[in-house]
């Protein structure tokens, strides 16, 4: 019965892998068997396959063959001599004959390219957020987009060279600051806000208008509004658009305007809940009236009047003491509304 049992135990270490012995323990085999089937089958870059002009790339444990002559990446089962060398022949058999130095020289400059496009990328989108955030400041505070480049770019270059030296001012006139420029960029911060109010209407369902009809200074009509809608947990009112009414402004041309505007954003008047306007017979009136027109669309509408302009005229004649209160009166007002 002994033979037997001692026969086993030297069949069970005959069986071991070379590199395995009887005194492993059971984690250390397992740990071996997870660590050799990880990366079983993947094919490992060698440095003398530089010779045939070919790098790699990607995953280090798993590489992916690189051509340094033409980019072309191949999978990583070709990573061997004769595929490589293949690849030289077929397609760039002129250069089969280069030394190992040739093929270097291709790879150390296709690296240095790589690195010198990332910083340019780099710096390009640095200089981008900068015009940017420079035009976001001149709309914020209601300049002339032209001030960024008689003022803001020339005081600028100014302080940055007196404080940081020549260099630095240098960095500073990359920074795309021209009229068309800045005007470029307010109208695309312009456009995504929009997109954004519109997008949040829409996940909203209901809003709620607040129109007025007012002249610019060159005797045009234009057209403004608010709207307000949830938000989440919180109540938002966002300016909404300003248009022109090129035509006469009454209560059909008021409505048509909103309307082309509201059904470019993916709104309906089914979904608008109330409406503010103030008494203008354009606004009211019975027949005609943008109100009148808006009810047609929808029957449910709730018509608010807006009188805060005559609290206006009267604030202009109101003592110091009483403008504050007028000023917590208008909004709350506001709010209600």
Avoid at 9 to 30: A, F, I, R, T, Y
Avoid at 146 to 158: F, N, R, W
Avoid at 296 to 313: G, S, W
């Amino acid at each position: 019965m002994d033979k037997f049992l001692k026969r086993k135990e030297l069949d069970s270490e005959q069986n071991l892998e070379p590199d395995e012995s009887p005194s492993m323990s059971g984690g250390q085999k397992k740990a071996k068997m997870v660590s050799a089937s990880k990366f079983s089958g993947a094919r490992q870059y060698s440095e003398s396959y530089i010779s045939v002009g070919f790098t790699f790339t990607g995953d280090a444990n798993k590489p992916t063959p690189l051509s340094v002559v033409c980019g072309e990446k191949l999978a990583n089962s070709a990573m061997v001599p004769s595929k490589l060398k293949r690849h030289l022949q077929t397609k760039h058999p002129s250069l089969q004959n280069k030394n190992a130095d040739y093929f270097v020289r291709l790879r150390d400059n296709t690296e240095k390219q790589a690195t010198f496009m990332r910083k340019t990328t780099k710096v390009n989108e640095r200089v981008l957020k900068a015009s940017y955030q420079v035009a976001e400041l001149i709309a914020k505070s209601k300049k002339s987009h032209t001030v960024a480049e008689t003022l803001i770019l020339s005081a600028c270059k100014a302080i940055v060279e007196e404080m940081l030296g020549p260099e630095a001012a240098k960095e500073i006139a990359k920074v795309p600051l021209s009229d068309n420029t800045i005007s470029r960029r307010i109208n695309d911060m312009s456009a995504d806000i929009e997109s954004v109010v519109l997008e949040k209407i829409r996940i909203s369902e209901k809003f709620a208008l607040q129109l007025d009809e007012s002249t610019d200074i060159s005797g045009h009509a234009q057209l403004l509004a608010n709207v307000r809608f949830v938000d989440g947990d919180a109540i938002r009112e966002n300016f909404f658009f300003c248009k022109a009414l090129p035509e006469k402004t009454t209560g059909e041309e008021i409505f048509r305007v909103t309307s082309e505007y509201l059904e470019k954003g993916g709104l309906k008047w089914e979904n608008c809940t109330s409406v503010c306007t103030d008494g203008a017979a354009a606004m009211v009136g019975r027949t005609k009236g943008f109100v009148s027109r808006v009810k047609e669309r929808n029957p449910d509408v709730i018509v608010t009047h807006c009188f805060l302009h005559h609290e206006a005229l009267v604030a202009k004649t109101l003592p110091a003491v009483l403008v504050h209160v007028l000023d917590d009166v208008v909004c709350m007002v506001n709010f209600v509304k």
